[in-house]
C-alpha cells in the first residue's frame, strides 16, 4: 500500500518499523517492481485482439514471482532488489510447502529475506490482484490465506500483529476503490 507520500509505506504497512531500520528507498523500489511478473502470466492482456480485456492466467499466477525476479535480474536490477518480485507470494512460501503442494516452481524457499521486503509483501496483502482493483481488509485476507491452511492464516495473523492494520477504508476513499 502507497500512501499519499509514496515514502511512507512502512508507515502505511502499519507503522512499528522505525524509520532509521528500513531503508525506505529500496521499500518504494521493491514496492513499484514486485509484481513485475504479473506482465508474464496474463491470458488476455487488454489489447484490442483481446477485446480490452486484461485477466490473469490463474493457474499460472503463482510464477509471477519469479518470472518478475528473472525479469529484473536479466535486466541488470541488483540481487536486493530482485528478490522484492521473488520473495512475496501469499504470507511466503517455503521449500516444505512448494514440494507439499506441487507448486510449479522449483523448490526453494521463496520468503522475505529482509524488514524492507516483508513490508511489501504485508502490503501487497491489501491488494485485491482483480479488475476493477479492490482493497481487501485484513479479515478477507485472513480467509483467501486460509485456503492454503491454518499455518498460513496464523502466519498472515502475526504479520498483522506485528505491522498493525491500515486505514484500508481510507486509502479506499482516496483512490476512489472498494474494499471486500
Known sequence: LIDVNPLELPKVSGGIAPK??????????????????TYFVLAKDGSKAANGKLEFDGPNYILHGLRGYNYLIDNGFSEDIAQFARNHT????TREQVIAQNLPLPAGDYVPRTVEQEIVMVADKYNSKSIPPRFLTVDTYRRKAARFGEENAKRWMCLVNKYG????CKLADFFGLKVD
Do not use: K, M
Not at 90 to 93: E, H, T
Open 20 to 37: 532509521d531500520y528500513v531503508d525506505e528507498y529500496a521499500a518504494f523500489a521493491g514496492g513499484l517492481l514486485h509484481d513485475i511478473g
Open 165 to 168: 492494520r491500515p486505514s484500508v
Open 90 to 93: 501469499g504470507v511466503g512460501l
